[in-house]
């Protein structure tokens, strides 16, 4: 059973940093593309940055210039280092492969920059 567990949110000021992480079990990263996505209140779920099992990775405008994503395919894990922070990345985040699977969703983690 494929399980993805995001960490590492919470609660920072504008212009500060959070890195994000997110843990999975099974196969999916040796056989998946992987991406971040995220959902603010009343608005839909979109993808923010994404990166291919060769490490090529792709951003949405809106965080280009201050987020990362990496991946360490030993370990499992995908992380997003997000830099800069502003109020509209007010949202929680989640992981999920490219393209999103709905039985992969975890629970996300909260990310939330007050101004």
């Known amino acids: 059973q494929v399980q993805l567990v995001e960490s590492g949110g919470g609660l920072v000021q504008a212009g500060g940093s959070l890195r994000l992480s997110c843990a999975a079990s099974?196969?999916?990263?040796?056989?998946?593309?992987m991406g971040w996505y995220r959902q603010a209140p009343g608005k839909q779920r979109e993808l923010v940055a994404s990166?291919?099992?060769?490490?090529?990775?792709n951003y949405a405008d809106s965080v280009k210039g201050r987020f990362t994503i990496s991946r360490d395919n030993a370990k499992n894990t995908v992380y997003l280092q997000m830099n800069s922070l502003n109020p509209e990345d007010t949202a929680v985040y989640y992981c999920?492969?490219?393209?999103?699977?709905?039985?992969?969703w975890g629970q996300g983690t909260q990310v939330t920059v007050s101004s």
């Open positions: 990166i291919t099992r060769g490490g090529n990775t």
């Open positions: 099974g196969s999916i990263f040796s056989r998946n593309d």
């Open positions: 999920n492969s490219i393209p999103r699977v709905p039985r992969y």
